[in-house]
């Protein structure tokens, strides 16, 4: 399978940004281990701290054979129409993630702008997080 990871703003400082929260490790490990891990797949991987380059390269899905997408959209995930339409125009199906069970947290983080244009969410299981959301597309292949 062709999967395409997003990440938004402030996933670059994953293993640096908040560790108390979203842990110690970098996306760096996580993305070799997913790629060892599933190594007959293509595991692309996009991150931007600005919202219309996600959708940009959310769009391209549309041509460039990705299959699925795995998506944590970090804050715009509670504030995004933007992202939201992008999601609703794609041809293949998106899974939300996200490292920390935002359902735990401040009520800001509970409303999700993106879940209604998903296949379904992951949420708290740190970087596994990641992981749950490929199993889940290949799942769908299946
Ligand atoms: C996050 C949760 C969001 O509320 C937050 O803004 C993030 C990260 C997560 O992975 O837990 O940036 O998406």
């Known amino acids: 399978m062709k999967i395409l ?11 640096q940004r908040e560790p108390g929260i979203y842990g110690t490790d970098s ?3 996580c993305l070799a281990s997913l790629r060892e891990r599933y190594a007959d797949d293509e595991i692309d ?19 460039d054979g990705t299959q ?3 998506l944590n959209a970090g804050a715009y995930t509670h504030t995004s129409v933007a992202l939201h339409d992008a999601l609703r125009s794609l041809h293949v199906p998106v899974i939300e993630v996200h490292l920390s ?3 735990r ?7 999700s702008l ?3 244009a998903c296949l379904g969410v992951i949420a708290g299981f740190g970087l596994d997080s ?11 292949q299946a």
């Open 45 to 63: 991987y996009y991150q931007s701290n600005v919202e219309g380059f996600l959708i940009d390269r959310l769009q391209q899905t549309l041509t």
């Open 5 to 15: 990871v997003v990440n938004g703003p402030n996933l670059n400082l994953l293993g």
């Open 114 to 116: 993106l879940t209604a």
């Open 27 to 29: 996306m760096e490990a």
């Open 130 to 140: 990641y992981r749950l959301g490929i199993e889940a597309l290949k799942a769908q």
């Open 68 to 70: 699925g997408v795995v």
């Open 101 to 103: 069970n935002v359902h």
């Open 105 to 111: 947290r401040e009520a800001f983080r509970h409303t």
